[in-house]
């Protein structure tokens, strides 16, 4: 089993910034891929950003340019630093661990709440 504890959620106007973090313990070697996804009211969760072991990142369109995502391979903790937020970006955001081989070892956070008020 794999544990994930995020941080970091909260409210900001529109144009502000915060920084999700996720720390992951547990059966960490089993994990070669980390990254966030959201969920909005309503909406389906859909894919924010990942990086993989070996630093390769991959994100949504509507967030290039506006988010990094990065990771502590020493700490086990992947981190997404949120700029220009507007209020669409306002969703569950959802820390997501997995093995990109072996798809069953896929593992997910409790989610932290991010809103953006105009």
């Known amino acids: 089993q794999v544990q994930l504890v995020e941080s970091g959620g909260g409210l900001v106007q529109a144009g502000g910034s915060l920084r999700l973090s996720c720390a992951a313990s547990g059966r960490i070697f089993s994990i070669n891929s980390m990254g966030w996804y959201r969920q909005a009211p309503g909406k389906q969760r859909e894919l924010v950003a990942d990086?993989?072991?070996?630093?390769?990142?991959d994100y949504a369109d509507s967030v290039k340019g506006r988010f990094t995502i990065s990771r502590d391979n020493a700490k086990n903790t992947v981190y997404l630093q949120m700029n220009s937020l507007k209020p669409e970006d306002t969703a569950v955001y959802y820390c997501n661990a997995r093995n990109v081989v072996r798809s069953w070892i896929n593992y997910w956070g409790q989610g932290t709440q991010v809103t953006v008020s105009s």
């Open positions: 990086i993989t072991s070996g630093g390769s990142t």
